[in-house]
């Protein structure tokens, strides 16, 4: 089990973080995009692009993307690399 698990689940209660581990668009808005960063709001959101690619990754082993100039391709791998510590 990975530290970055154990991090995530001193602050949240695994019942919470059990929802997450096939859900990682919900992951990302809730958990990584939630929240105020110096007093104001993130402007954070994922494109449609990029939730798509982060449906089919629960359910696939390798999901390709074509590589269109600023979808997001970068950004979603960064983002779902902790989601994956849930498992």
């Not at 995009?33 to 954070?44: D, H, I, P, Q, T």
């Not at 100039?69 to 989601?83: D, M, N, P």
């Amino acid at each position: 089990v990975s530290q970055s698990r154990y991090i995530w689940q001193a602050f949240i209660p695994a019942n919470i973080l059990a929802q997450y581990i096939d859900n990682p668009v919900a992951f990302v808005e809730d958990m990584i995009f939630a929240g105020e960063s110096n007093g104001r709001k993130k402007n954070l959101y994922l494109s449609n692009d990029q939730k798509e690619i982060l449906t089919e990754l629960p359910k696939r082993k390798m999901v390709a993307v074509r590589s269109g100039r600023s979808i997001g391709k970068t950004s979603v791998i960064a983002l779902c690399t902790e989601q994956h510590f849930l498992q």
